[in-house]
């Protein structure tokens, strides 16, 4: 496949934040944060080395580095906080590596990527119709048959979790939206609400997980590989 270019809010409810508005706390936390999705490589055994392939929302950039380990070699990063890319670019000089100036939009022409990775993402984003327009906007960028690999936190059924579900499920509007203790609005999400917001999609493959959150709690994860139509 070809190399690419890279590069480009309906109300919600008030306190929901939408992609961009926790920009603040991500750059606060750019240098301190570790995240550890794993990335399944087996899922990309049939993509090209050349394909173009897009992490958004990448943070420091560790889902790239690893795809450049495994010899990808079309790669960019893209992320809402200065923070976050400023490390990113930091650490790999090298790499293309851009702040989203309007999120969700990636200023990528439409049809124009091969496989978009969104890790740890959504559960930065507690809207329903924020979520639905960032996977409309991948959708828009991704080649009819391109890849979307979702790495993802689904609800936990532990007392810490449920409690703070609970807490937080009147004033943010839907349970699994909850408030860390260090100032971040993050959300866990039923499996079912993954097949919902992938309706667009063709689901390829799923597989369960289990990960170190940003503040170092082991969870329940989910990773879907989502076909574009």
Not at 143 to 168: C, I, K, M, T, V
Request: aromatic share 8%.
């Amino acid at each position: 496949m070809a190399a690419r270019s890279p590069f480009r809010s309906t109300t919600e409810v008030p306190a929901m934040p939408d992609l961009d508005s926790q920009t603040p706390y991500w750059d606060a936390a750019a240098t301190t944060k570790t995240f550890t999705h794993p990335l399944h490589m087996p899922w990309l055994d049939d993509v090209d080395e050349r394909a173009a392939i897009l992490d958004y929302g990448c943070g420091y950039g560790r889902v790239l580095h690893a795809l450049e380990q495994q010899g990808f070699t079309n790669l960019t990063g893209v992320d809402a906080s200065p923070g976050m890319i400023s490390r990113a670019r930091a650490l790999r000089p090298t790499m293309p590596f851009a702040v989203l100036d309007a999120p969700p939009a990636s200023a990528h022409p439409d049809a124009s990527l091969d496989v978009v990775v969104l890790f740890a993402v959504l559960t930065c984003i507690p809207g329903d119709d924020a979520q639905r327009r960032l996977v409309g906007e991948l959708r828009r960028v991704l080649e009819p048959g391109g890849l979307l690999y979702l790495s993802d936190l689904l609800l936990q059924d532990d007392e810490r979790n449920r409690d703070r579900y609970a807490r937080f499920a009147e004033p943010y509007g839907t349970y699994g939206v909850f408030e860390t203790g260090d100032g971040a609005v993050c959300r866990h999400h039923p499996s079912d609400w993954f097949t919902s917001l992938l309706a667009d999609f063709e689901i390829a493959d799923t597989r369960r997980i289990t990960v170190a959150t940003m503040n170092g709690h082991a969870s329940k994860g989910i990773q879907i590989l989502a076909r574009r139509g």
